[in-house]
C-alpha cells in the first residue's frame, strides 16, 4: 500500500475508540469546558461523580466534560454478551448554564466525530431522567441516530433534593455504542480502541477489557462475600453519616459564635473553617456505599424488606451532604468576596 | 381583513403531548379573540382557523381578525341618588362620579335597580389596537397550555414543555409585539434541523404554510399521508407482503418527525424463530419499527422505519437501523437462553426478592395469596356448574409471576405474563404432567394481565379469567386496606382499570360471584400477614372497597353496555353485588321501559315513595303489618293482587327470567291507576291511613326486587 493510499484510508476510516475520546475531548475544550479525568472512587453513572452531584448545585457557573467508567455489577455478563458491559465508559459533559444553542452545538460534536448528519436520521425522543438514591430528576430526551440511543440529553432540575438554579445540561455520551456503530462492528469486543500508528497493528476492545468484564462478574455475581459486604457498608456509611453531622454541629457553632461576637466576628476565619471542611471526603464515602449496594443487589443478597430501606439510607447521605454543601459553596463566596487579597497573599502550599 | 399567526417554537417536545397541546393553544386563542370581539368570522367556531404542529413548534393561524376591537359603549354606574343628592343638591360623590366619566352631571342618567336608583352614565369605549391586546393577553395563553409534566431553563417561576426558543406572532405583516420567557416575537421562523433552512422570515400568516414546506417542515395530517404512502411503497417491493396497521405508532412517528419518509429493512430469518411477541415489541415499542407480515398475518424478515429526514442516499440509515434490530434480538434471544437455565416452577422462590409493594411484601407473598383466592373462585364457579379445571387455575396462579425474575422480562416489562407463558409453553415444568394441562397453565398465565384497557380482550379460557380476576382483587384488597385507593386523577397503581377488568371479566363469562364476597375473601388472605400490621385501623376496609367496585360497575353498565344512567340507577339501587344478576336486570328494564304500561308504573312508584316520605316526616306512619278490613274496597282490590303478582314474579326472578317478571309486574297498572285515581291516601281516619300506607310500603318491598322503579326518569308529571 502506498503513502496516498494510507493518507486517503485514514482520512476516511472511522477514529479509534481513543480517538473518538479525543475528539470529544477537544471539541468540548474548545467550547470552554474544563477537561476533568474520571472520578476515581466507582460510580454507576457519570452523574454521580461530584464534577456532577456537586457542581450543579449552588450559583456558580461550570463547564466540564470527562469520560467517567460507570460500574453497574448486575449488569455484567461474564464477557459473553456482544452488548451489555459491567463497566462501560460515558463521555460526561456539564454545561451549567447550559448555552441557549446547546442542542445545535451538542449536533456539532458529533459532526466533530465525522457523523454526516445529512446522511442519518437524527431524533430527540422523551426520555426524562431520575435516581431515587441522589434525590436527583431532569427532563430530556435521549438523542436516536439512526435508531440508535446514543446521548441521554438532560436539563437537571433537582439535584440532592435541592432545586437547582440555574440548572444544568447533562450531555452523556454512550462511547462504545458511539464506537460500535462508527466503526459499524456488532460486538463492543471489536471495536478499535488504539491503532499502532507505526506498525498498525490494532488494539481491540476485548484485549483491553475482556478480562475486566469476566473477572468483575464473577467477583460481584459469586464471590464477593456478603457478610464482609455488609460490614464494608456500615463502615462507610457510619463514617460518612458522622461527617454529615460534624458539619451540622460546625454551622450551630458558627452561628453561635457569630452572633455571640457580633461586629467583632472573625467572618472570613469562620467563613474558612466551613470551607476546609471534608465534605467531599464525605461524598466519597457515600459513593462507596452506592456501589457497595450494587454488589449486594448483583449478588442476591438484598432482600424485599431490606431494599427500600438500604436504597434510603443511601439516599439520606447524598441528600444530607448536598444540604451541606450548598451552605458550604456560600461560605467559600463569601471569603472571596471578604478578602480576596488576602487569599491570594498566603502562599498556601499545595498537595505535592 | 388581517390573518392573525402565531408559532411557538421550542426544543423536541415529547411526541405524546403534541397533539393534545396544540388543540389547547388552538381553542385558547379562539376563545381569546372571541371574548376581545377581535375576529369577525360567524361561521362555526369548531372550524374556525388552522392548528400546525410539529415537534418544534405549536402554531395557529386565524384569518378575519380585526385591526382594532370595535368602539362601544359602556354603561358605568355610580353611587346611590340618595348619596349623590342632599336636598336636592348634589354631593361631592355626585361631582367626582362626574369628572370620573368626563360628563357634566346634567347629561348623566340614572338607573334603577332593587336596591334602588343609581346615578349611571353612557360611556364611549374605545376599541383597543389588536397588536396591544395580543401583545398583552398572548403569553398567559401560552403558558396556560397544560403539560403532564414541564419544566424550568431560565427562570424557576417560568415553565414550558422544553425551553422556548423562538416566537412568531404576525397580523398580516405586522409583528406582534409578544414577549414570553425573555422572548421577543417576530417573523424569523426555524426550518428542518437537518435539511432545512435553519431560519427563515414569513413574509404574511397566510404563507407561513408554504414558507414551511419550503423549510422541510409538514403539518402532522401532510406528515401522515406522506408516512402511509411511503410505508405502502417501501412494502410493495415485497411480492404479498403489507405492513401491520398500528394507530398508536403511526402517530407517535407522525409527531416525532417533521419531514418524515420510511424505509425497509431486513433481519436475519434465523431470528423468526423467537416468538413474535418478542420480535414485535422490539421492533414497535424499542425501535418504533413497523412489523411486516405476509397475507396470513406470518412475520416476516423485514422491518419499516420511519425517518425524520428526506432520503437515505447511500444506504446508511438502512445499515445503521439493521445493526440497532440485530443487536437487540441477539440480546433477547440471549436473555431467552439464559432464562431456561432456571425453570419457571424454581423461579417461584426467586420471587421472594421481588417486592410487590413496600408495605404488601414480596410477589411470593402475593403468588401465594392468589393461588388460593383463585382456587375459591374456582370452587365457587365450579358449584354454579361451569366447566372449569382446578388443578389448572392452582398451578398457573403459583407460576404467574415468576416470569418476573427472568432476563427478558427485566429487558421488555411490557412482556410481563406473556414471556410466563411462552416459558410454561416451551419448558416440560413437571416430567408427568400431560401436555395438555401445561398449555391450558400456559394459556392461563399468558392472559392473566388481562384485560390492560377497555379495548383489550379478557383472558382467552376460563382458567385464564379466574387467575386474573385473583390477581386483580388481591391487588384492590391490600392497596384499600393500607387506605390508598385512588383519589381524584391519583390512580398510580390502575386500581380502577383493574376493577373495571374484574367486572368486564365477570360480567362475559356470567361467573355467579359476589363482589362482597371476593373483597373479603381477597382481604382474608392478608389475615396474619406482616403486611396486616401495617394496615391502618382508621380504614373502612368493605365500606370504600364496596363503593369502589359498585362505582365501576356502574361504569361498566353506563359507559360500556351503554345503559341509560336512570335505568342503572334503579337496578343498582336493588342490589349491585351480584353482577352478573344486575346485568341481567338492567337488560330487562331497558326492555321494558318503552312500554306504556312500565312507565305508568314507575310514576306510581315514584308517587308512593313520596307519600311514604312526606307521610313520615309529618310523623304519620303505616301500621306494622297491613290489615286488609281497615281499607276502602278499592284498595281492597289492589292488595289483593300483591300475594299472587309477587308470587309470579318471585318464581320468574328466581330463574332470571326478569323480562318477564316485568311484563307481570305491568299487570298491575290498572289496580294502581284506579288506586290513585279514587283513594286519598292520608285521610283524615287514623285506622284507614296508616293501612293504606301500608299497604304502598308492602307494594314498594314486595316489587322493587329487580330494580328500583322510582329511579326511572319519566316524562309524565308525578
Redesign the interface.
Known sequence: MNAIDKATIAKAAPPTFQELILRLQSFWAARSCVLQQPHDVEVGAGTMAPETFLRVLGPKPYKVAYVQPSRRPADGRYG?????LFKHMQMQVILKP?P?RV?EIY?ESLEALGID??????????D?WESPTLGAWG?G?QVM????EITQFT?F?QCGGV?L?P?SAELTYGLERIGA?LQ?V?SIYDIVWAHDPDTGREVKYGEVRLADELQFSVYNFEKADVERTWEHFDLYEAECHALIEAYGVLCKDVKLRLQDDGPNADVAGLARDKQRFPLLGAYDLCLKCSHLFNILDAR?A???TE??GVIARVRNLAVGIAKHWVDQQKAAQATEVQAPNDQQKEKVPTHA | MPDFLLEIGT??I???MIEEAAGALWASVRTLLEQEHLSSYTGDPANYGDVFST?RRLAVVFPQVMDRQPDSIEKVVGPSLKVAYKDGAPTPAADAFAKKVGQPLDKIGKIVTPKGEYLAANVARLGRPALDLLAEMLPSEISGIPWP?S???RN?SERFV??L?WLVAMLDEQIVPLEFAGIQAGNTSRGH???GQETFQISKPSLYVEALREAKVLGAGEREQKIRKALDAATRTIPGARWRDDNDLLKTVVN??EYPTAILGSFEPEFLTLPDEILVTVMRDH?K?FAVEDENGKLLPYFL?V???ES???G??R???E?????RF??AR?FWQTDQKHSLRDRVEML????FQ?DL??YYDKTIRVRRLASWISETIKQSGQEIRLDVVYEAAFMAKADLTTELVKEFTELQGIVGGLYAKAQPLDADLPEAIRFAIADAIYDHYKPESMDDETPRTIEGAVLSIADKADSIAGMFALGLQPTGSKDPFALRRQANGIVRIIAERKFPLSLALLMENARAGYRGSAAEKKFPATVNYSGSVDGFLKERLEFYLKDVRGYAYDVVNAVLAAGSDDLTDAEARAEAVAKVRPSADFESISIAFKRMKNILRQASEAGKNPTESLDREALPLIAKDLADQIGPTGDIVKRLSATKQYSQALQELSKLRPWIDHFFEKIMVMVEDERVRSNQLALLRDLLREFSTIADFSEIVTEGKV
Open positions: 459473553e454478551n456482544p452488548n451489555r447550559p441557549e442542542q449536533l448528519l445529512r446522511k442519518h436520521d437524527l431524533k430527540f425522543e422523551e426524562n427532563i430526551w441516530l439512526d435508531g440508535l436539563y432540575q432545586d438554579d440548572m456503530f459499524d456488532d442476591g438484598i432482600s424485599v431494599r427500600v | 426544543e423536541e415529547p411526541a405524546r415537534p409534566k419544566m424550568f431553563w424557576p422544553r425551553p426558543r434541523r437537518i435539511i416525532l418527525t425501535q419499527y422505519a425517518l425524520n429526514t437515505d442516499p447511500d446508511l440509515i445499515h445503521g437501523n445493526r440497532v434490530l440485530r443487536a441477539n440480546d440471549f421472594k426478592n421481588v417486592t413496600r411484601g414480596s
